[in-house]
T-cell receptor, first 111, second 114 residues
Framework: DAKTTQPPSMDCAEGRAANLPCNHS???????VYWYRQIHSQGPQYIIH???NNETNEMASLIITEDRKSSTLILPHATLRDTAVYYC????????????FGPGTSLSVIP | DTGVSQDPRHKITKRGQNVTFRCDPI?????LYWYRQTLGQGPEFLTY????????KSRLLSDRFSAERPKGSFSTLEIQRTEQGDSAMYLC????????????FGSGTRLTVV
């Protein structure tokens, strides 16, 4: 089973920030939080990952709570092209664990 | 490097026929994974290889499914005697110990069994 839970769907107005939550209450100390997104009919695409510090790259920001039991992916200025399914997963980078995906969050960016 | 490549992108086959898909991972990645995805669901793990060794198979991988990675480079996934329930997107991913971005996925092969 997936080790994360996410809301099944969310809407966001174009140009506004999209905040996608993820719960991972059973995360272990050596597990990283990764976010991927999947646009219709394509393979999942890497967005960002983090261990315990907040992270930012050109695509998004990742906020991880101090207890690491939840995180939020922030798309600062959502565009129509950000409409996709977003997956939050946990991975132990010290091993080659297979990735278990949940159903993700379907984000719809509305004009 | 152009990333993970999968061929074909689309395949339509009649029930009972055999199909084979190919995945070319990123060249320096020694781990290769196959996933299956049906509409509205997240990808489901099928199997993975480290170099040429198949290390784990999901119970989803019935006897009709076989995967190979003969030289530790490209991989093939074969489905024998296809059934309508095999219709799905088949995704391939690769990674290496030094890769900081988790997994790199291909664009997938969409199989339709009619």
């Amino acid at each position: 089973d997936a080790k994360t839970t996410q809301p099944p769907s969310m809407d966001c107005a174009e140009g506004r920030a999209a905040n996608l939550p993820c719960n991972h209450s059973t995360i272990s100390g050596n597990e990283y939080v990764y976010w991927y997104r999947q646009i219709h009919s394509q393979g999942p695409q890497y967005i960002i990952h983090g261990l315990k510090n907040n992270e930012t790259n050109e695509m998004a920001s990742l906020i991880i709570t101090e207890d690491r039991k939840s995180s939020t992916l922030i798309l600062p200025h959502a565009t129509l092209r950000d409409t996709a399914v977003y997956y939050c997963i946990v991975i132990r980078r010290t091993s080659y664990d297979k990735v278990i995906f949940g159903p993700g969050t379907s984000l719809s960016v509305i004009p | 490097d152009t990333g993970v490549s999968q061929d074909p992108r689309h395949k339509i086959t009649k029930r009972g026929q055999n199909v084979t898909f190919r995945c070319d991972p990123i060249s320096e990645h020694n781990r290769l994974y196959w996933y299956r995805q049906t509409l509205g669901q997240g990808p489901e793990f099928l199997t993975y290889f480290q170099n040429e060794a198949q290390l784990e198979k999901s119970r989803l991988l019935s006897d009709r499914f076989s995967a190979e990675r003969p030289k530790g480079s490209f991989s093939t996934l074969e489905i024998q005697r296809t059934e309508q329930g095999d219709s799905a997107m088949y995704l391939c991913a690769s990674n290496s110990f030094l890769e900081g971005y988790g997994y790199t996925f291909g664009s997938g092969t969409r199989l339709t069994v009619v």
